[in-house]
């Protein structure tokens, strides 16, 4: 049951993205093809104005391409982690049979699915930018510190999954009871409040652990181990309440 709501979420989820992917990376490959054709005409003879017109349309379009996919992906979250789960499809999502916490798990990877293929999309849309505009430095990469990388990655990672379980944490925090109106507006001035007020404790403690040690990889640790412990919370406190808690809405 899990591989079949999980297959059904994400066919949803890309049918709904596909476009923005399409224009954001259409657009990445053309505005590096025209920004050569536009450097070349430079050196020529200097006439670039009908490059220029095809540059800033095609811009225009790397630049809707890429809000696109943020705001399509907010939009696709809402409705399957939000409107299916405490919306007017809620008793059916509720009422299929499968546990609580296999149907949070279900949600949790739809979100980290959908995260990891949104920054695959954009970083392979930069990367064509890039190859047409660059391609013979592509190949040195000795000024990338790849050491720094081996630990930002899984900070990011953590963090990435901090932000999915705080979501699915305020939704259900919003419809324990607590709040019978602007329900979503709510759970929007929480989600920001919530988030300062952790990442403020993170940045505070985490430079005084580097003022004490002078070791940036132990900031990057303390990030790592606290973003984890946030989560692990959340996750418990999430399925508690989505199992005794909740009030869904008809």
Do not use: W
Not at 51 to 80: N, P
């Amino acid at each position: 049951m899990v591989g079949k709501l999980l297959k059904y979420d994400l066919k949803y989820a890309f049918k709904s993205l596909l476009i923005p992917y399409i224009v954001f990376s259409v657009s990445c490959l053309l505005l590096g093809i025209i920004l050569i054709i536009n450097r070349e005409l430079v050196l020529e003879n200097g006439n670039t104005y009908l490059i220029s017109i095809g540059t800033g349309l095609i811009t225009s379009c790397f630049i809707f391409g890429a809000i696109g996919i943020g705001i399509m992906s907010i939009i696709v979250l809402f409705k399957l982690c939000y409107k299916k789960m405490f919306g007017n499809e809620g008793y059916l999502t509720m009422s299929l049979p499968i546990s609580v916490e296999k149907l949070y798990l279900e949600k949790i990877l739809v979100c980290i699915i959908l995260e990891v293929v949104n920054a695959l999309i954009i970083c392979l849309g930069l990367y064509l930018l890039a190859y047409t505009l660059f391609y013979e430095q592509l190949f040195y990469l000795s000024f990338i510190d790849f050491s720094s990388l081996v630990m930002e990655i899984p900070l990011f990672v953590i963090k990435s999954l901090y932000s999915i379980v705080l979501m699915l944490f305020l939704f259900t925090f919003i419809n324990m009871g607590l709040f019978k109106q602007s329900k979503v507006l709510m759970g929007i001035l929480f989600y920001f409040a919530f988030s300062l007020i952790v990442n403020t404790v993170y940045n505070v403690i985490g430079s005084i652990f580097i003022i004490l040690v002078e070791i940036q990889i132990v900031y990057q640790i303390f990030g790592i181990c606290y973003y984890t412990i946030i989560s692990v919370v959340g996750i418990i406190l999430t399925i508690h309440f989505l199992k005794n808690k909740v009030e869904i809405n008809g």
